[in-house]
């Protein structure tokens, strides 16, 4: 499998750590996003959305990258990122989709471009938006998964979930960008944990091969 990623790409880290968990192994094929390599005709063949990541499979190119984690869940079910009950199943869901939908797209680089671009806010702005939207949602989910972590070691029970997948990367983000965590010590705790982990720890961003 070849995976198109770019190291800081939050969505890319996501299926790194996927697909380390899953041990899978996987060839990874840097597209700037800085440089507008995501943009070329040739990327755009492979996916016609122009976004990063895509996983190159046997059976085809696959884009978004709940998309491609779920095709990993389904195709390699072990070790599993869902548990088998339904209402469980639907819970990490729910938190996962939190960061995925609630987030993410208000947060994106195409985002933050518009707003220095065409709306010309400065640092400041842009950066105090970036926190907002992660606070935002980091309260809810704090609450979630106060109650349904085991320990404090996982969003939800005592394993890893897709959840935890999608915890990692956005901390990485919400410190990059300095926002101010202490309001959400379970979520800290959770994702400490996680990223001494292994298939967390080399999926980080600094340890790809276009790390700046």
């Known amino acids: 499998m070849k995976l198109y990623s770019y190291f800081r790409s939050s969505a890319a880290y996501r299926v790194r ?3 380390n968990i899953k041990g899978l192994e996987y060839e990874t094929v840097t597209k700037s996003l800085l440089d507008g390599e995501h943009r070329t005709i040739d990327f755009r ?4 959305q122009g976004l990063i990541p895509v996983l190159q499979t046997e059976e085809g190119a696959l884009s978004q990258s709940i998309a491609i984690i779920e095709y990993l869940e389904e195709r390699y079910p072990t070790p599993a990122l869902l548990p088998t009950d339904p209402i469980a199943r639907a819970q990490v869901r729910s938190m996962a989709l939190a ?3 609630d987030i993410h797209p208000l947060n994106n680089l195409r985002v933050l471009n518009y707003l220095r671009g065409e709306l010309k806010l400065d640092v400041v702005a842009v950066n105090k938006w970036y926190r907002h ?3 935002d949602a980091f309260t809810g989910l704090e609450t979630l998964v106060r109650r349904h972590s085991t320990q404090a070691r996982y969003c939800f029970g005592d394993e890893v979930t897709l959840a935890d997948v999608l915890l990692v990367p956005q901390m990485f983000n919400a410190r ?3 926002t101010d965590l202490s309001p959400f010590p379970t979520l800290v705790a959770i994702s400490n944990h996680l990223e001494s982990l292994p298939a967390f720890t080399s999926a980080r961003p600094d340890l790809q091969p276009d790390a700046m």
């Open 17 to 19: 750590i996927a697909l």
């Open 45 to 48: 063949t492979l996916n016609p």
């Open 99 to 101: 960061i995925a939908c």
């Open 133 to 135: 939207w992660i606070m």
């Open 176 to 178: 990059r960008y300095e």
